[in-house]
């Protein structure tokens, strides 16, 4: 290539860098502007769309800001002022106390860039003259204004802004409960009367006039529209409602509480006038039971002569098979029978109380002797006959008698023949045999106090090897 065509080549070269270089400066500046044009479109969306969370053509906070969601902070003359949980979104709001109710600065409100410097709250009734204004809290109900000072240097500067606060009626009282709470309900024992809820003793209600409220009553779970100012007198679970009227300082106050009637323990009486002796229960054969008992069973109940199991209405109901259960075992067995014991020995007595609607059962068990004191007394002829069959017969004599021991009442024993009678010896003798244990014949002597061929009452008591006892009086025995 000549010199000419190399030169020629080069210029082209240049040319073309040039024009590369100029290409790449014009997309340079093209792509800047666009990406500028973007970023001031972007602006104008975020003005125009005010819900997005930034900042508004007018320079305020958005509430839907994420650091101000629940609009409880606000920018006035260049100050930031966090309101606490008290501000309700259109004032400062606190309740009743009967105290002096204060704006806690650093909890209610709170100025967040003024260096660590406290401000100062001061209050005045809503629509008074700012010359009222104090720094002393507000106690009663009502609405107020509140400012807050800043301190410059040893003056204060004043927002412009005041805030509304409201002290509103209480919506509940704290009462205090008495000695009929059992820390879940209230409760009392049933007497037989009414239970009132007592407003002096179950429940003190401090500046309350009892006249302002009203006590209603209902069966635990009944329907609301049960409730009634009937007070309840059965035992049972009720609730009570307790319904305060409006004041000047509470709104109307409801409070509702379980209320619980327990059922009545039975008082038991053991009468010491009956067969109760202190420790246990006693009792013997006596003449006149054995006259009355003449030709049964004679048997030894306890009754209500004996104890007393007392509601509250003064009725011994021991005599109610439906209330009460008496039942006895001989000491040493193990099961209770309803028949009272018949013959002489140790037993126990079981009282069964059963429950009802308004009382508690029990069941109580108590030593019960019978003991075998002989039957000593006067018998005419009739009543010789009717009780112990006595015949007499030419020598023939039979005669039928309660066998009392200490363990056991034998049947009878049967006086088979009078072996020898002496009138002038004053004794007797006869055979028998007992017909309890059907034993061998026996003999045995009696002696009388009198002749027998002219007393009118003959006595005749036997005692054979210690196994019984038997004390008799008889007369016109010939």
């Not at 009743?96 to 909890?107: A, D």
């Not at 059992?182 to 500046?207: C, P, Q, R, V």
Request: proline letters at 2%.
């Amino acid at each position: 290539m000549n010199a000419v065509a190399k030169k020629t080549t080069y210029i082209i070269a240049i040319i073309l860098a040039c024009c590369l270089l100029v290409t790449g400066v014009y997309l340079l500046v093209h792509t800047s502007s666009l990406k500028d044009k973007g970023t001031a479109n972007a602006s104008e969306n975020e003005t125009a769309n005010p819900d997005d969370g930034k900042t508004n053509p007018d320079g305020k906070t958005n509430p839907d800001d994420k650091d101000n969601k629940d609009g409880k902070k606000e920018e006035v003359n260049g100050y930031t002022i966090q309101m606490g949980d008290s501000w309700n979104g259109e004032c400062f709001e606190k309740e009743y106390t009967g105290s002096k109710l204060s704006l806690i600065y650093g909890i209610d409100i709170t100025v967040t860039n003024i260096d660590g410097i406290e401000a100062v709250i001061e209050y005045k009734e809503k629509g008074a003259d700012n010359s009222t204004y104090t720094k002393t809290a507000p106690t009663n109900v009502g609405e107020y204004e509140v400012r807050i000072l800043i301190p410059v240097g040893t003056d204060f500067e004043v927002f412009e802004k005041t805030y509304i606060y409201k002290i509103a009626k209480a919506t509940k009282y704290d009462p205090i409960k008495g000695d009929s709470w059992n820390g879940e309900s209230f409760e009392k024992t049933y007497t037989g009367s009414k239970l009132a809820f007592d407003l002096k003793k179950d429940l003190i209600i401090k500046g309350v006039n009892e006249s302002d409220v009203e006590v209603y009553y209902k069966k635990q779970g009944a329907d609301d529209s049960t409730y009634t100012d009937k007070v309840p007198t059965n035992a049972g679970e009720y609730e009570v409602k307790v319904v305060i009227k409006e004041t000047a300082t509470h709104v109307e106050v409801e409070q509702t509480f379980g209320y619980k009637i327990a059922k009545a323990d039975y008082t038991v009486i053991l009468s010491k006038n009956g067969a109760w002796n202190g420790e246990y229960f006693e009792k013997s054969y006596t003449v006149e039971k054995f006259k009355t008992y003449a030709g049964k069973s004679q048997s030894f109940p306890i009754t209500k002569d004996d104890v007393k199991i007392i509601d509250f209405t003064g009725s011994n109901i021991i005599s109610s098979t439906k209330d009460v259960k008496i039942s006895y075992r001989e000491k040493g067995t193990t099961k209770f029978f309803t028949d009272a014991p018949i013959k002489a020995g140790e037993y126990e007595v079981k009282i069964e109380a059963f429950e009802s609607a308004n009382y508690n059962g029990f069941v109580k068990t108590y030593d019960y002797i019978v003991s075998n004191k002989a039957q000593e007394g006067s018998y005419n002829t009739t009543e010789l006959k009717r009780i112990f069959g006595v015949s007499v017969d030419n020598g023939e004599k039979t005669l039928q008698c309660q066998i009392f021991t200490k363990s056991t009442i034998s049947s009878s024993i049967t006086i088979t023949k009078v072996l020898e009678w002496s009138a002038t010896k004053n004794y007797v003798v006869l055979e028998y045999i007992d017909q309890n244990t059907l034993t061998k014949t026996c003999t045995v002597r009696v002696d009388l106090p009198f002749t027998p061929s002219t007393a009118e009452k003959c006595s005749f008591q036997a005692n054979v090897n210690n196994r019984f006892i038997v004390n008799l009086n008889f007369s016109n025995v010939k």
